[in-house]
């Protein structure tokens, strides 16, 4: 009887185990790529709602870029201009 138990019951109970560990692996790495999304340059993940979205380049490919890196392209583009206004 022991051995019955062994043979069909062990390898059952595994695989039920194996089957509810992947599909807790799949939850939790599908839900955050549904709500959020890398920014291009900084490679943090943000939410769709704060980056902004700009296809770019001959494949008109899309990419979101977050406020903090618009703010700082935009900073240093300021700068760039009145240090060549300036001489
Ligand atoms: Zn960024």
Redesign the pocket.
Known sequence: MFFVFCIFIIPIVVLVLLLLSTRQKDDTETQPTEINKE?A??D?EFPISELTEQEIGDYRRLYA??G??IENLYQDHKKKLTIESGE
């Open positions: 920014c340059i900084c943090k870029f977050c903090y890196c």
